[in-house]
């Protein structure tokens, strides 16, 4: 039989998803990760779930990986020594930016620093015009300067970004090519293979942070791609996309900036099928981990995507699933400030050295050793009792750090920091939701990660939303992901025109050189036409905007009918997200987009089998909800068959995650093992815990 791996790493666990091309069947496992060097907590997944399961290497037929490299390259600034060459007057773009506060009433707010300092941005001398014509070409002697410069400095990445290169790449690629003859071995990036559209901030930000995390991300693939092909592993390796696509090894060390949301994309994908098993179109999903939660949007079973992003304050303009992350995760410090509040986050324990009750050094209080007091996690082991559990320890440094300083219980100071940590998040899936004018009554909750579902019936609450869902394998959920995605590659060309004088025959010229690039791609990868899928979209604005909004074309054959119908969406569009629309005023176009698929064969999720319909057996442990201890029922995941129901109080354990059910609340198990639970309005919880 042949297999798929996919495989997430996290802040504090490396998640393994493995499933059976035969019978659809998905095995999971749990290894700690190795920040030191993720690529050996990945290789002790491969080797554990291979081992578990008696499978040899050679079996595993398709392999692809969500990566955390470039993403934390970038937030600890640990990247390489990278320089910048622009158009000569324009040296500043990146400290300059767009003259916005990054927080409005805070007076001592500061940008973070440009990760390429004003020394190593350099000028060289050339112009193209807004026309894309090539007015002023550069000297070959400004070349050679350049080349002195690199040599001096020992640059280790370089970012080339000339003005307007969007409307005329031509300078661009004659100084990469240039370069690249006097120093083979340097990493460079140029916009114009990167982002060619218009804003030259946001152009110019982007290829900074991908040439920022190029060399530490061709380390660590390569070194992957060399270990997993000692261990035996035939299969290529496939890379996560923000966008929730998967791209080649060779393209993803080209354009990293295209990972910075690698493994939390992945679960997003797989919240997109659990959709579709349970005909709940709109979910808001929340994938919780050791150190952050990352929050998106799925409506009418389609993700929500951006092209306007920023992670760190960097802003990032390619596509990505349109996610908000805060640092409020299993590991998320506990601290009591200056005036004496109780903190959360963002500050973790991270894998190394972890919470105090995993016993392997910490020494501050968290959110996971909250959830240990309170009964919530299980207070001997987890992982399957892989992992023993310090709850003595956990008491202790609560009770020192948070309960004393605050004069409360050590049960009350646990469930102080879950509020706080709760009510962290709600605000943080707020900005996906609300402020994008959604109701949040109108969706389910989907919680995933591994402390997703501990928390996820406080959130619902909070919310309001319909009911929750957790999936068979939550604290797997993205690794499970990644092996649905199907390959994608997104193309963008500048297309500047009012919609009112626009040039159709034009228009559909650029949509046809951008759609046979996009198949040209995908045929080199195995694709034929059957199993391609080409998608065409437009950014429109009201004329004098500064942003602008994606819309999908109606047919990739633009006629005033076709654009016609392009500008109500876009009107309905900016009405939702903006509360208002202006259908008589002009509207231009900024940039044409294509997005292709090579679609990857999907196999059936295999269902559970009928029970018997007997009472499942449980054991007991006393559980604090809202201020009191409750006897619980404690159910082990796998032995819950289908349509079996029960009622909270009860905690569900399984290998990878542990959820929380309240007194009152109903849970059934629907065919294909998610945990449905109905979501309780806050009087109907406070009467059930009365009862």
Same mark, same amino acid.
């Given at each position: 039989?042949?297999?798929?791996?996919?495989?997430?790493?996290?802040?504090?666990?490396? @998640?393994?998803?493995?499933?059976?091309?035969?019978?659809?069947?998905?095995?999971?496992?749990?290894?700690?990760?190795?920040?030191?060097?993720?690529?050996?907590?990945?290789?002790?997944?491969?080797?554990?779930?291979?081992?578990?399961?008696?499978?040899?290497?050679?079996?595993?037929?398709?392999?692809?990986?969500?990566?955390?490299?470039?993403?934390?390259?970038?937030?600890?600034?640990?990247?390489?020594?990278?320089?910048?060459?622009?158009?000569?007057?324009?040296? @500043?773009?990146? *400290?300059?930016?767009?003259?916005?506060?990054?927080?409005?009433?805070?007076?001592?707010?500061?940008?973070?620093?440009?990760?390429?300092?004003?020394?190593?941005?350099?000028?060289?001398?050339?112009?193209?015009?807004?026309?894309?014509?090539?007015?002023?070409?550069?000297?070959?002697?400004?070349?050679?300067?350049?080349?002195?410069?690199?040599?001096?400095?020992?640059?280790?990445?370089?970012?080339?970004?000339?003005?307007?290169?969007?409307?005329?790449?031509?300078?661009?690629?004659?100084?990469?090519?240039?370069?690249?003859?006097?120093?083979?071995?340097?990493?460079?990036?140029?916009?114009?293979?990167?982002?060619?559209?218009?804003?030259?901030?946001?152009?110019?930000?982007?290829?900074?942070?991908?040439?920022?995390?190029?060399?530490?991300?061709?380390?660590?693939?390569?070194?992957?791609?060399?270990?997993?092909?000692?261990?035996?592993?035939?299969?290529?390796?496939?890379?996560?996309?923000?966008?929730?696509?998967?791209?080649?090894?060779?393209?993803?060390?080209?354009?990293?900036?295209?990972?910075?949301?690698?493994?939390?994309?992945?679960?997003?994908?797989?919240?997109?099928?659990?959709?579709?098993?349970?005909?709940?179109?709109?979910?808001?999903?929340?994938?919780?981990?050791?150190?952050?939660?990352?929050?998106?949007?799925?409506?009418?079973? *389609?993700?929500?995507?951006?092209?306007?992003?920023?992670?760190?304050?960097?802003?990032?303009?390619?596509?990505?699933?349109?996610?908000?992350?805060?640092?409020?995760?299993?590991?998320?410090?506990?601290?009591?400030?200056?005036?004496?509040?109780?903190?959360?986050?963002?500050?973790?324990?991270?894998?190394?050295?972890?919470?105090?009750?995993?016993?392997?050094?910490?020494?501050?209080?968290?959110?996971?050793?909250?959830?240990?007091?309170?009964?919530?996690?299980?207070?001997?082991?987890?992982?399957?009792?892989?992992?023993?559990?310090?709850?003595?320890?956990?008491?202790?440094?609560?009770?020192?750090?948070?309960?004393?300083?605050?004069?409360?219980?050590?049960?009350?100071?646990? *469930?102080?920091?879950?509020?706080?940590?709760?009510?962290?998040?709600?605000?943080?899936?707020?900005?996906?939701?609300?402020?994008?004018?959604? @109701?949040?009554?109108?969706?389910?909750?989907?919680?995933?990660?591994?402390?997703?579902?501990?928390?996820?019936?406080?959130?619902?609450?909070?919310?309001?939303?319909?009911?929750?869902?957790?999936?068979?394998?939550?604290?797997?959920?993205?690794?499970?992901?990644?092996?649905?995605?199907?390959?994608?590659?997104?193309?963008?060309?500048?297309?500047?025109?009012?919609?009112?004088?626009?040039?159709?025959?034009?228009?559909?010229?650029?949509?046809?050189?951008?759609?046979?690039?996009?198949?040209?791609?995908?045929?080199?990868?195995?694709?034929?036409?059957?199993?391609?899928?080409?998608?065409?979209?437009?950014?429109?604005?009201?004329?004098?905007?500064?942003?602008?909004?994606?819309?999908?074309?109606?047919?990739?054959?633009?006629?005033?009918?076709?654009?016609?119908?392009?500008?109500?969406?876009?009107?309905?569009?900016?009405?939702?997200?903006?509360?208002?629309?202006?259908?008589?005023?002009?509207?231009?176009?900024?940039?044409?987009?294509?997005?292709?698929?090579?679609?990857?064969?999907?196999?059936?999720?295999?269902?559970?089998?009928?029970?018997?319909?007997?009472?499942?057996?449980?054991?007991?442990?006393?559980?604090?909800?809202?201020?009191?201890?409750?006897?619980?029922?404690?159910?082990?995941?796998?032995?819950?068959?289908?349509?079996?129901?029960?009622?909270?109080?009860?905690?569900?354990?399984?290998?990878?995650?542990?959820?929380?059910?309240?007194?009152?609340?109903?849970?059934?198990?629907?065919?294909?093992?998610?945990?449905?639970?109905?979501?309780?309005?806050?009087?109907?919880?406070?009467?059930?815990?009365?009862?």
């Amino acid at each position: 039989m042949k297999y798929r791996i996919g495989v997430d790493t996290g802040g504090t666990f490396t @998640d393994v998803a493995l499933l059976a091309e035969g019978t659809g069947d998905i095995t999971v496992t749990k290894v700690p990760s190795t920040p030191h060097n993720s690529a050996i907590g990945v290789m002790d997944g491969v080797r554990q779930i291979l081992s578990e399961n008696s499978i040899s290497a050679g079996d595993i037929t398709f392999f692809t990986h969500g990566s955390t490299v470039a993403t934390n390259t970038l937030l600890e600034r640990k990247g390489a020594k990278t320089a910048l060459i622009t158009t000569k007057g324009f040296r @500043d773009i990146l *400290e300059i930016g767009r003259q916005t506060r990054p927080d409005l009433y805070n007076f001592r707010a500061r940008r973070p620093k440009p990760l390429i300092p004003r020394d190593l941005r350099w000028e060289i001398d050339e112009r193209v015009n807004a026309r894309g014509e090539v007015i002023k070409d550069f000297d070959r002697k400004d070349i050679n300067v350049l080349a002195e410069m690199i040599k001096k400095e020992e640059i280790e990445s370089l970012v080339i970004c000339l003005i307007n290169s969007f409307l005329n790449k031509d300078n661009e690629v004659k100084l990469k090519e240039m370069l690249r003859e006097a120093f083979p071995e340097l990493s460079i990036t140029i916009s114009a293979e990167i982002l060619p559209e218009i804003k030259e901030f946001e152009r110019t930000s982007t290829v900074a942070v991908n040439g920022y995390v190029m060399p530490k991300m061709n380390f660590y693939l390569r070194d992957l791609e060399n270990s997993l092909e000692d261990y035996g592993v035939k299969s290529s390796l496939y890379i996560m996309q923000s966008n929730g696509g998967i791209i080649t090894t060779d393209t993803a060390v080209e354009q990293p900036v295209r990972t910075v949301l690698s493994g939390p994309a992945g679960g997003v994908i797989a919240g997109t099928d659990i959709a579709f098993q349970t005909d709940i179109g709109n979910l808001i999903t929340i994938d919780m981990g050791g150190t952050s939660l990352d929050a998106a949007l799925i409506e009418n079973g *389609e993700p929500q995507y951006t092209t306007n992003s920023q992670i760190n304050n960097f802003p990032i303009n390619v596509p990505m699933v349109e996610m908000h992350t805060i640092g409020s995760g299993g590991g998320s410090i506990a601290w009591i400030d200056s005036g004496g509040a109780l903190r959360v986050g963002p500050h973790s324990a991270g894998a190394d050295p972890g919470p105090v009750c995993y016993d392997k050094g910490g020494t501050e209080p968290t959110v996971s050793d909250a959830n240990a007091i309170l009964g919530r996690l299980n207070p001997d082991s987890i992982l399957g009792g892989k992992m023993k559990m310090n709850l003595e320890g956990a008491r202790k440094i609560v009770k020192e750090k948070i309960a004393e300083p605050l004069s409360l219980s050590v049960e009350e100071a646990a *469930e102080g920091i879950l509020k706080v940590v709760n009510a962290n998040m709600v605000r943080g899936i707020r900005v996906v939701s609300v402020e994008k004018g959604h @109701d949040t009554r109108d969706f389910s909750l989907l919680a995933f990660g591994g402390a997703g579902p501990l928390h996820a019936v406080d959130i619902a609450h909070e919310l309001e939303s319909k009911n929750v869902i957790v999936p068979p394998s939550p604290g797997i959920n993205c690794a499970a992901g990644m092996l649905i995605a199907d390959v994608r590659h997104d193309y963008v060309s500048a297309f500047i025109s009012t919609t009112t004088n626009i040039d159709y025959e034009k228009l559909q010229q650029s949509l046809k050189v951008l759609e046979d690039d996009a198949r040209s791609a995908l045929k080199q990868q195995g694709f034929d036409d059957k199993h391609t899928q080409i998608n065409h979209s437009i950014d429109l604005r009201y004329v004098g905007q500064a942003y602008d909004i994606n819309v999908e074309l109606a047919s990739v054959e633009v006629n005033a009918d076709v654009l016609d119908k392009t500008i109500q969406d876009f009107h309905d569009i900016h009405e939702k997200i903006y509360g208002f629309s202006r259908r008589e005023e002009s509207l231009e176009t900024v940039n044409i987009r294509v997005s292709s698929f090579g679609l990857i064969e999907k196999l059936e999720s295999r269902k559970l089998e009928e029970g018997s319909g007997a009472e499942v057996e449980y054991t007991t442990r006393y559980v604090y909800f809202d201020g009191e201890f409750h006897e619980t029922k404690i159910y082990q995941r796998p032995n819950l068959y289908m349509n079996y129901e029960f009622e909270g109080p009860a905690i569900i354990e399984q290998l990878d995650s542990t959820a929380v059910i309240y007194p009152g609340q109903r849970v059934r198990v629907d065919s294909f093992g998610n945990l449905i639970i109905e979501n309780a309005t806050a009087e109907d919880k406070e009467d059930a815990i009365d009862d």
